[in-house]
């Protein structure tokens, strides 16, 4: 199963909006309506923000969303802030109870 | 509060077994939740290793699957990988985290709660 691709980098401006795919396969996002993101910041376990495609976990702000299209999945980081700063990887279920991970985006805050 | 921790040797050499623990604080591992093992090689992606039910039904990544194994000790409510026969490719952060929890409104297909993760380095 190889790695879902994304992004390496992405950057943006405080306020600004900047979005991140995250591309599968027929075999894993296509297929699956399961798809999560998870943010990692250096020091910090890394922190569920997107589960099942479109759902946000309690207590993670509104400005993170999800969508799926086809083989793409994408995470949008709306009015984007400094602590928004981190790692992004998005996964996805493949079958039988097993995963896989993406590639990593960094965001970087200018 | 509930929380993982990850705790192991930071060293092993090449050929030998890695040993890690993943200690469940505030938290029954006897609940319905599954428990998962996953790591990151410095400077790469995220790489799920494997998930395991208190029950003992485990599901690995198929790459890994002959030299790990995922097991429960509920008494000590903790969890435990072994991989064999590691190389410096098997360097990494190792971090455990709970599967989320199949509901209404929820597949379950996801790692909700994370350790901060150890770093294991192969070398000789």
């Known amino acids: 199963q190889s790695a879902l691709t994304q992004p390496a980098s992405v950057s943006g401006s405080p306020g600004q909006s900047i979005t991140i795919s995250c591309t599968g396969t027929?075999?894993?996002?296509?297929?699956?309506?399961?798809v999560s993101w998870y943010q990692e910041q250096p020091g910090k376990a890394p922190k569920l923000i997107i589960y099942?495609?479109?759902r946000r976990p309690s207590g993670v702000s509104n400005r993170f969303s999800g969508s799926k299209s086809g083989n793409t999945a994408s995470l949008t980081i709306s009015g984007l802030q400094a602590e928004d700063e981190a790692d992004y990887y998005c996964s996805s279920f493949t079958g039988s109870a097993t995963y896989v991970f993406g590639t990593g985006t960094q965001v970087t805050v200018l | 509060q509930v929380q993982v921790k990850e705790s192991g040797p930071g060293l092993v050499k090449p050929s030998e077994t890695l040993s890690l623990t993943c200690v469940v604080s505030g938290f029954s591992i006897s609940s319905d939740y599954y428990w998962a093992w996953i790591r990151q090689p410095p400077g790469k992606g995220l790489e799920w290793i494997g998930t395991?039910?208190?029950?003992?039904?485990?599901y690995y990544n198929t790459p890994l699957k002959s030299r790990a194994t995922i097991s429960v000790d509920t008494s000590k409510n903790q969890f435990s990988l072994l991989l064999t026969s590691v190389t410096a490719a098997d360097t990494a952060v190792y971090y455990c985290a709970r599967r989320g929890l199949y509901g209404d409104d929820s597949s379950g297909w996801y790692f909700d709660l994370w350790g901060r993760g150890t770093l294991v380095t192969v070398s000789s």
């Open positions: 099942d495609v479109s």
């Open positions: 395991m039910y208190h029950s003992g039904s485990t």
């Open positions: 027929s075999n894993d996002v296509g297929d699956y309506d399961f």
